[in-house]
C-alpha cells in the first residue's frame, strides 16, 4: 500500500496535481487520495483545494502563479496564437488563468477593450493607454487571483464582446470544458455576452475531468492548444464544429 511519504514526493513532483490524477497515477482509490491530501495539508507539508492538491508556497504564491512555472513553453506559444485572434477595436473579455495571462504579452500594442476578472491581466495591461479596460468586481480570490461570485455577474448583463478567451482544469469531446471550482455562472454570463469563445488548454489537460462545466462543445468556436494533442482528438472537436489551432 502506497503511503503518505510516496503520496507527498509525488505531488512535490508534480507541483500541481488533482485527485484524478493521483488516482490514475498512483493506483489508489480516491477515498485514499482525498485522506491523503487532508492529512499531508494537517501536518502543514502541501497546500489543498476542492479537487486536489499543490506543493507549499510562500505567501506571496498562489495557484495561479504557481501553474504559470508549468508548460510554459507550450503555453506562451498558444498565448500567442490566440492573441493573433484580436483585431484592433475589438471588445475581448480574458477570464482569470495562467495560459489566458500570458496573452497580455503579445496584445499591449493592440487598440481594444479587455473585459477581466482577472487581477494579472489587470496588473499586466493597466499602465498602457491604448487598452481600455472593465473590470468585474466581486469576491476576491487570493488563490487564483481574480474576482468571482454573484456580484461580478450582473454587470455582465450590460456589456458585449467579440471574443471570449478562457482556460479550463480539464477537457473532452463529450463533456466539453471544465472547471475545478463552481464558478459556472459567470462562464455562462460571459458567453451569453461575446459572438465567439475561444479555449486555450494545453494537451496535458484532456481527460483530466473537473467538477463544473464551463462551456459546452457546442458553444466553442476556437479549441487552441498544443501538439500534444493527438490528430483523433482534433477530429473528433472538429466534428463539432469546433476549430482547432494547434501551435
Sequence with gaps: MINRKTILKYINDKQH????QMCSDLSISESTARRAIVQLEA????????????VLQDAAKTLVTTRQNLNTENKANIAKKAAALIKDSSTVIL???????NMCQYIKKKKITVITNSLIVLNELKSFVNIRLIVLGGLYNHEEAEFGGILSNPSLNYLRADRLFMGCSGFDEKHGFTNLNYSVELYRACIQACNDVCVLVDSSKYNQGGVSIAARPEQVKYLISDPGLSMKVVEAFKSKGISVILT
Excluded: D, H, P, Y
Design 17 to 20: 496535481v488533482t485527485i484524478e
Design 43 to 54: 501536518q502543514g507539508k502541501i497546500n489543498r483545494f476542492r479537487g486536489g492538491a499543490f
Design 95 to 101: 477570464l482569470s488563468g495562467s495560459t489566458v495571462g
